[in-house]
């Protein structure tokens, strides 16, 4: 499903550049559950980034589904994005003026679904993370569990080929971090690809591959087993 | 999608209370300034356009040339109108127009009418005026017709039938109305209670129709719709010198004709209309209306681009779930229209609260009903347009955030935003001072001319309106001498006009200094031998009108030093003894006046020539002692109704009626004054949001500064600081710029102040204190809070 190759990011500044990723090459199959591990600025939430398409490289190739997407415009990474990527982030990024139901429902809206078919949709999806009954509360009147809860909702609502994940426990205590990778684990068993970033190990076992990272490049790759 | 909009956009509203309220107040009284002035120009550009004719009706205008000066006119004389018709088959129908006055009276109703106009039957033709009863074709053929408005007649004959009733004029004159028509509409620039048949002034021989020298009447003239006017034009020359002998060409009758379209002669500021509209006011009132909605679209740029950092996180996350750039675009969007749509609901209110007054503001119905003509529509259309123009820059800044940084909390203000909300202050403020110094140019003007000294005494006199009535003007003396047997009247005078109420231009020869006569064009004042003394007018040379001079009411002038000027004379006592020619009276000049303002301070003073001649007189004026003025009014006034029972009670006083010339400039003034404090409203309301929001974002480094050992004052000085070097530069940009604007706004005044550097001082000022005020109570709220409170916080 995703292969890079050489893939290179710096970060500039006026007087410093550093480099976020040095000619890293990887690739993740479809059915795969992998998370990438490293240190604090060994370049994990840049590579999450140009993964998603929400940042492009600056040097190398990045293949999604057999097409070539480094060097794609805004507007058709967006497109590819929005029809097959899921985020799941650590602080949740819910829009605090839209409902649980509004929030989960954005993505459809995004992507034309009709109004009757979204409701269906994001009602079978709120029934399947069990937070139906907060469909009209406001996120900050939810526990952060429920709130990642909703967040994985909204990831998944569109059906994607690929979620990605940013410390999705980060937020959470252990009880509510284990739910969260459960439900991972189970969209994982029905056939979406997920990619997760962690800094738990406790977390990266749920997943088929670790791939560890520093100062941007790939130090190993565990195969669990 | 359009509802997830909506949804989130009232939302947002609600949740930021303080920044909607702001934006919509802000919007709201632009708006509405703006809607009103809008209504107002309209109402101005539309004067005359009821006649169906518009297009096809032309005034005859007059250029009066003299060796010195050509006097542009807007009149024409007698003759004039009936030979173009005669002439010139594609003048299908002439109409003259005097005005004039009366006391009118039927059965026991008796007005003083100075609202009257005597007309050729075709003005029914020309003009589209309505009638209620009798026939428009006739009504005005027959001498001694009336035609009264709707309003005319109700008050002389209630609601009944009108046709057929007589009346009086001036006690003595049967008239009888042949019509009743609909009242003359606002916008029009003739304007009149009644007509009276034209044919009645010559039957009376109040003019003689041949006389082609006498610009007594404005004549409008109906061309054939497929008249070519600049052919007509052409021809008018030849016209001329075919009706004008030669013998009288070279007498001074030397005249140039004009074709001035109706369109036109509203606002024609140079030949003047019954009703006169300045073109320069529109102008400057819809600069202002822009100014003031500019200012309040700024309000929603800066305050929303402010906010951005607010919002980021928000574009972050739709842009990571597959919003598009333009759907985030047309989100935003929506947000600013629907802030322009509320704004617009809250200006129709306040517009329907504020039309009335700003009616009695500008003296006519500008229009009587906020939902007529479509004005709401525009006025909606205008809010979304606002709504797109000031939208678009925030929506394009804050869909313009790169999704990686917004996420990760990295965002921040940029560099380019800042300044921009800067610059758009500094505008803010700038229109606001040049409005400041507009007003206080305009007041310190109207006061000037208020107090300047106008050359005769203008206090504690009263004025008594007879209109010229001949059998006043026969016991003139010896109501004079009643008059001043009262306690408390000083003396009196009788006058064919006072300063500022108008009079007479003759045409007038001179001796001059090569003892050749010379033509020039005099205002001319008919007086009795009290009037110079009374005035106080200062006699420069040779000496005044006296009875003991025989030849003093009848071959006597005395000028004014323009004359003198007007003629080359160095030396007032050059001009003793020379030959003076005017109207029908031969004879020469005994004494020279200093000049004295009988007209308002827009103009210089003119030749002016006075001459004895009771017949024709139409006031009195009366100089009454400082004491109890009431009740010296209420002896005058039981003296008249013994004196002259015929006649009511008019007066006036001479200083009120001469400021009355500037009740133009004062709504000018007033409407100024009303705009500059919206516009610094506005601008301030925009200050305030902008100041709580950037010490909002600077709670954390109060806290630290203040934990540092920081004074209250320090930090207040702090965060006012960077605002009030705006207002400085929006100062020093606004000078020059105010300095500019009102010059040329005070060239209309021939008399004029200096815009002296005190009012920019004082503008200045008053913007930099209201600024401070707005800043400084944001900066001390912030500065006096627990530093504690805001650290922890972060």
């Not at chain 1, 406001?138 to 909702?153: K, T």
């Amino acid at each position: 499903m995703i292969k890079i190759t050489n893939l290179e990011k710096f970060y500039r500044t006026e007087e410093v550049e550093t480099i976020a990723l040095n000619k890293l090459s990887m690739h993740v199959d479809t059915g795969e559950f992998v998370a990438i591990m490293g240190p604090s600025g060994c370049g994990k939430s840049t590579l999450l980034n140009i993964l998603g398409m929400l940042d492009d490289p600056d040097e190398g190739s990045y293949v999604f589904n057999d097409i070539e997407v480094a060097h794609f415009t805004e507007r058709k990474r967006a497109d590819l994005r929005k029809h097959n990527i899921g985020f799941v982030f650590q602080s949740f990024n819910l829009i605090d003026e839209l409902t649980v139901f509004e929030n989960v429902e954005l993505p459809l809206i995004y992507t034309g679904v009709p109004s009757a078919e979204r409701v269906k949709r994001v009602e079978e999806v709120l029934d399947k993370m069990q937070i139906m009954h907060r469909r009209n509360h406001y996120p900050q009147q939810l526990s952060g569990g429920q709130q990642q809860r909703v967040a994985i909702a909204r990831a998944v609502v569109n059906k994607p080929k690929l979620i990605l994940a940013d410390e999705p426990t980060g937020n959470l205590d252990s009880s509510n971090g284990n739910d969260v990778m459960e439900l991972l684990t189970d969209l994982n068993e029905q056939g979406t690809t997920i990619i997760m970033v962690t800094h738990s190990e406790h977390d990266a076992r749920y997943s088929h591959r670790i791939i560890r990272l520093l100062d941007g490049q790939t130090v190993m790759e565990n195969i669990m087993i | 999608m359009i509802k997830n909009y909506f949804k989130i956009a009232f939302r947002n509203l609600w949740r930021h209370k303080s920044f909607s309220l702001i934006n919509i107040i802000g919007l709201a009284v632009g708006m509405t300034a703006c809607f009103l002035i809008f209504m107002y120009v309209r109402f101005e550009l539309s004067y005359d356009k009821f006649n169906e004719n518009f297009d096809h009706v032309y005034r005859l205008n007059t250029d009066i040339k003299s060796p010195n000066e050509v006097l542009h006119w807007g009149s024409a004389s007698a003759p004039m109108g009936p030979a173009l018709k005669a002439d010139y088959p594609q003048v299908k129908e002439f109409a003259r127009v005097f005005g004039y006055s009366y006391l009118i009276e039927s059965n026991n109703h008796k007005f003083q009418e100075n609202n009257i106009s005597f007309a050729d039957p075709a003005i029914f033709k020309i003009f589209t005026l309505p009638f209620v009863q009798g026939n428009p074709a006739t009504a005005l053929n027959a001498p001694f017709s009336i035609v009264m408005t709707e309003t005319s007649a109700k008050k002389y004959f209630g609601n009944g039938n009108a046709i057929g009733k007589s009346v009086l004029l001036d006690g003595k004159i049967p008239a009888t109305i042949t019509g009743v028509m609909k009242d003359v509409p606002d916008n029009s620039h003739i304007s009149f209670d009644m007509l009276i048949s034209e044919s009645t002034m010559e039957k009376k021989k109040m003019i003689d129709p041949t006389e082609w020298g006498n610009f007594s009447n404005y004549t409008y003239l109906l061309l054939d719709k497929s008249a070519d006017v600049n052919k007509l034009q052409a021809q008018l020359p030849a016209f001329l010198i075919k009706h004008i002998s030669e013998d009288k060409r070279r007498k001074g009758y030397n005249y140039d004709l004009f074709l001035g379209p109706l369109s036109g002669v509203y606002m024609d500021a140079v030949r003047g209309a019954p009703v006169n509209g300045s073109i320069s006011n529109v102008y400057i009132f819809s600069v202002v209306a822009i100014f003031i909605l500019v200012i309040a679209c700024i309000n929603f740029i800066n305050l929303t681009t402010a906010r951005a950092s607010e919002r980021a996180k928000e574009v972050g996350i739709r842009k990571v779930i597959g919003a598009a750039k333009s759907q985030l675009t047309k989100q935003f969007l929506g947000e600013s229209i629907i802030i322009c749509i509320i704004s617009f609901l809250f200006a129709v209110l306040l517009s329907l609260l504020f039309l009335p007054m700003f009616n009695q503001l500008s003296g006519k119905t500008i229009s009587d009903n906020v939902f007529s003509h479509g004005y709401i529509l525009i006025l909606f259309f205008t809010a979304i347009a606002i709504g797109f123009i000031a939208g678009i820059y925030p929506a394009l800044v804050l869909t313009s955030f790169s999704i990686t940084s917004v996420l990760k909390g990295r965002f921040s203000n940029s560099v380019k935003g800042i300044v921009l909300r800067r610059g758009l202050v500094v505008v803010q403020f700038t229109v606001s001072i040049v409005l400041i110094v507009g007003t206080i140019v305009v007041y310190n003007q109207l006061n000037y001319m208020r107090n300047q000294s106008l050359g005769f005494n203008k206090d504690q006199m009263m004025v008594l309106d007879f209109s010229g009535d001949s059998a006043v003007e026969t016991r003139a003396e010896s109501i004079k001498y009643e008059l001043k047997q009262i306690p408390g009247v000083l003396s009196a005078s009788a006058s064919s006009s006072t300063p500022g109420n108008g009079n007479p231009i003759a045409y007038t020869q001179v001796e001059g200094k090569s003892g050749a006569m010379e033509s020039l064009n005099a205002n001319l004042y008919d007086v009795d031998y009290d009037f110079i003394p009374q005035y106080g007018i200062q006699v420069l040379a040779g000496r005044t009108f006296s009875t003991d001079y025989p030849t003093d009411s009848t071959k006597s002038f005395v000028i004014n030093e323009a004359t003198l000027q007007n003629l080359g004379y160095t030396s007032p006592n050059q001009a003793i003894g020379k030959h003076f020619l005017q109207w029908g009276r031969d004879g020469k000049i005994i004494g020279v006046i200093k000049n004295f303002h009988f007209a308002s301070l827009q103009q210089t003073i003119k030749p002016l020539a006075l001459r004895i001649n009771p017949h024709n007189t139409n006031v009195f004026t009366v100089k009454i002692a400082g004491g109890n003025i009431p009740a010296t009014i209420a002896s005058i006034q039981n003296k008249w109704k013994s004196l002259v029972p015929e006649r009511p009670f008019s007066y006036t006083f001479l200083d009120e009626n001469f400021n009355k010339q500037y009740k133009g400039e004062e709504t000018f003034g007033m409407l100024f004054l009303y705009f500059a404090v919206l516009a610094i409203f506005i601008s301030c309301l925009g200050l305030l949001g902008l100041a709580s929001y950037s010490t909002l974002q600077r709670t954390r480094e109060i806290g630290i500064r203040k934990v540092l050992g920081a004074s209250v004052p320090v930090i207040v000085n702090m965060l006012s600081k960077e605002f009030l070097q705006l207002v400085l530069i929006a100062a020093l940009i606004a000078f020059p710029l105010a300095w500019w604007g009102m010059h040329t706004w005070l060239q209309d005044f021939a008399y004029q102040i200096n815009i002296g550097w005190w009012i920019f001082v004082v503008a200045g000022l008053l913007a930099f204190m209201i600024a401070i005020t707005t800043v400084s109570f944001q900066a001390i709220r912030a500065a006096l809070a627990n530093p504690v409170k805001s650290l922890r916080s972060e």
